[in-house]
């Protein structure tokens, strides 16, 4: 299989290939064939990954940023205004690397009644990080980077017209009721990017994906991958000339990915934060229970650490869900649209799709809830524990 034509993997259903893990996990359930998941597998095992780069993060975001802009006409970047997708847009910005466009996707349209808060930080309340980090963050671009297009993506209108299941197709991992609209480059306005790739141009549609996670066996470190981060990377477009590019999670620059695992892997291993070694790496027996330090504990704490020189300290942000379906942080939507008809769909959709799904595709919390579809995961060993103790 080429893995250029599937530089953000691929599942392999017996000898079927999807891209989509919605399709992937119905065909598994329908054959009782297993799942392989394949991310660029041959070029990540070619490296020696217990080996840290002697350059700096900053320096390797910097050539990372320029790698892509080196490589394509256009080059587009969702911000949330979080912490991943605010350093991705400022690797470019602060080293004087052009940005064509970026997009914050926010659901104006639908949040005329919500109340808006910056002292309630639960996941219920994740879309007030909208007006208090992300809509700031887009003034800045626009007064600072005026050469910059900065486009509000407003996605409740997408919902609206959501197609019955189709949507569901198009969630990946995430199958909740914004996902398949938030980067949803479909629309009539966006017909500049179909006419421009058209054209030949390539474009590239830039996503902060994602934070390292580690894991850990009796003796070893190692950095982790698994699919549901990358199937965060939603590709609206279908064109040859339109690609989906991970800024952090690529083969195409692997030596960042190393250098991560290692700055991670000495903090980790350091006696005042045994709690992070204990509870937010990845084992074999890894307690559900864990899977909330991981989220809101163990990704907060990094981030000084992986991007050194951004500024997030007071960045309004809620908690993270726990859970991939039918998640926390869309709490605004039920909230304010029960009535709607268009919900009522999805969550007919949603129920026929888990109830059409055997047990063991699914992944599920220490209450037996399912939280999402079962994971996969790549691992790279990072070296031994002892070594990064003795640093």
């Not at 992937?24 to 597998?41: H, V």
């Not at 009535?339 to 209450?367: A, K, T, V």
């Not at 999402?372 to 002892?386: E, N, Q, R, V």
């Amino acid at each position: 299989m080429d893995e250029l034509k599937f530089k953000n993997g691929y599942y392999l259903v017996g000898n079927e290939v999807f891209e989509k893990k919605v399709l992937a996990i119905q065909r598994s359930n329908q054959t009782k064939k297993n799942i392989q998941w394949i991310w660029n597998d041959r070029k990540m095992s070619s490296f020696n990954w217990t080996i840290e780069p002697d350059i700096s993060l900053d320096s390797l975001y910097k050539s990372r940023a320029q790698q892509i802009r080196d490589h394509y006409d256009y080059v587009l970047i969702f911000c949330s205004g979080g912490a991943d997708s605010t350093n991705t847009l400022m690797s470019f910005l602060r080293n004087s690397i052009h940005v064509d466009e970026v997009v914050a996707g926010a659901p104006l349209s639908g949040l005329s009644n919500w109340n808006w808060s910056n002292e309630d930080y639960s996941a219920q309340n994740t879309i007030s990080e909208t007006k208090f980090t992300q809509l700031p963050l887009m003034e800045y671009v626009q007064q600072n980077f005026p050469k910059t297009k900065v486009t509000i993506h407003d996605y409740f209108y997408d919902i609206l017209d959501y197609k019955e299941d189709q949507w569901l197709i198009n969630s990946g991992d995430y199958i909740h009721p914004t996902f398949a609209a938030r980067y949803n480059l479909q629309r009539d306005e966006y017909s500049y990017l179909r006419k421009l790739a058209d054209s030949g141009k390539k474009i590239a549609l830039v996503y902060g994906i994602d934070k390292p996670m580690l894991g850990r066996s009796e003796e070893d470190l190692y950095i982790v991958f698994n699919d549901q981060m990358i199937c965060n990377g939603f590709k609206s477009i279908d064109d040859p000339n339109i690609f989906v590019e991970l800024f952090y999670w690529s083969a195409d620059f692997i030596p960042l990915l190393i250098k991560q695992g290692h700055v991670v892997a000495k903090w980790v291993c350091r006696p005042e934060n045994n709690n992070f070694f204990k509870h937010a790496l990845i084992t074999q027996k890894t307690d559900p229970a864990d899977f909330d330090w991981g989220r809101n504990v163990y990704e907060r704490r990094i981030i000084p650490l992986i991007y050194p020189d951004l500024n997030f300290d007071n960045k309004f942000q809620c908690q993270k869900p726990i859970s991939a379906f039918m998640g926390d942080h869309d709490a605004w939507f039920p909230i304010l649209h029960s009535d709607l008809q268009i919900r009522d769909m999805m969550i007919s959709d949603y129920r026929n799709l888990i109830n059409s799904i055997g047990n063991n595709l699914f992944n599920r919390n220490r209450f037996e809830q399912i939280i999402g579809f079962k994971l996969f995961y790549k691992p790279y060993k990072l070296g031994k524990i002892t070594s990064f103790k003795e640093l």
